[in-house]
């Protein structure tokens, strides 16, 4: 232990005392510590253009110290058996298949039992940022099965910083993952190596990646600390806060069936400009592209479209309205939007009968 707080107070001297250490929640990072030391020497290379450049933003910018960050890079195991998934992600399937990796009656059944078990809680979120309890609760269950253990099998720096160097086309985005999880780590007194997270660097119960958490996170319980890890009252409210910051509005439409009532070639190219290009909705009424639009909705509303298989052979049109974009920012994907919104209504049912 007392080797960590050392560890801790020489990576962030500026923002960490004796008062704030003392006054952590180490359990959760106690279990994990033994698990920090690399099992093989890293093979980051520091002298490496991209980490001299990084370095020096962290020193320059942020107030790093830079042998202090040297040493806790030198620390890095780079797991690069992690870069396969990212490409073969299993959003690429088609829907029907998608769907049946995660909307299970377990899932369903265990959902319901955690809405109920955390009911006044969620309504308190709800009533507090406009997000739909099944909402919050059908992201938590797509992302970590509600909290259950075995996603988090990485811890999150080597994964940040195995991106970072092996994985090109995402380079720039783990930097910036990379510069955020360090922040994170300094100004919620976190060992860098205590957290484990998924493949991608995702962590805690709503798989938040770094930027997010430094965005997104709330401390809803009010006890100093953003705890993504066993706080319901910090889960639900970030969550509920993440969409609500990315436009979610209440009571609110999340997609409708939709089909084309004629052979219109710029219908169909509406359709396949994607799924955050807009038109409003009477522009999709008079290219021939029918809703069965609720009276309440105003006809300048903006909406997109996307076509889907709901089953093998098969191949349907959907109307996707801001609630829906909204749950693509949480994963920029039409099939995790459906299941999130499937789910949800699933959950509902649940509940009302």
């Known amino acids: ?134 909402i919050i609760c059908s992201i938590l269950g797509v992302e970590t099965k509600f909290g259950q253990p075995g996603i988090e099998r990485y811890r999150v720096f080597d994964i940040l910083n195995t991106a970072f160097s092996l994985y090109p086309r995402r380079e720039r985005f783990y930097r910036e993952q990379l510069i955020a999880y360090l922040l994170l780590c300094r100004e919620e007194g976190i060992d860098p190596f205590s957290v484990n997270g998924s493949y991608a660097g995702a962590f805690g119960v709503p798989q938040f990646m770094p930027t997010s958490f430094r965005k997104h996170a709330v401390d809803f319980d009010k ?36 089909r084309f009532a004629g052979d219109s070639p710029e219908a169909q190219n509406k359709v396949e400009m994607g799924i955050r290009k807009t038109i409003p909705i009477a522009k999709a009424v008079e290219l021939g592209i029918q809703i069965p639009l609720p009276a309440s909705i105003q006809k300048d509303e903006a909406v997109s479209f996307a076509l889907y298989q709901p089953q093998e052979g098969t191949e349907a049109l959907l109307a996707l309205f801001g609630n829906f974009r909204t749950i693509t920012s949480y994963n920029y994907s039409l099939n995790y939007a459906l299941v999130v919104s499937d789910l949800s209504e699933m959950l509902i049912e649940r509940e009302n009968s």
């Open 223 to 258: 006890d100093g600390k953003k705890n993504l890890w066993t706080s319901k009252e910090d889960i639900f409210a970030s969550v509920a806060n993440y969409l609500k910051s990315f436009g979610w509005k209440r009571n609110g439409l999340t997609y409708l069936p939709a």
């Open 1 to 134: 232990m007392e080797s960590r707080r050392i560890f801790l107070k020489s990576l962030f001297p500026r923002v960490l005392g004796w008062g704030a250490l003392l006054s952590l929640d180490l359990s959760r990072a106690d279990l994990l510590l033994a698990h920090s030391e690399p099992s093989s020497p890293s093979s980051l290379n520091l002298d490496d253009p991209r980490y001299v450049s990084l370095i020096k933003d962290l020193t320059q910018r942020h107030q790093f110290g830079a042998a202090d960050l040297k040493a806790v890079f030198g620390k890095v195991v780079l797991q690069s058996e992690i870069i396969q998934f990212f490409e073969r992600p299993a959003e690429i399937l088609p829907y029907y298949e998608y769907r049946r990796r995660f909307i299970k009656d377990e899932l369903v059944s265990r959902g319901q039992t955690y809405l109920q078990e955390n009911l006044e809680l969620l309504q308190k979120i709800e009533e507090a940022f406009g997000v739909p309890k099944e």
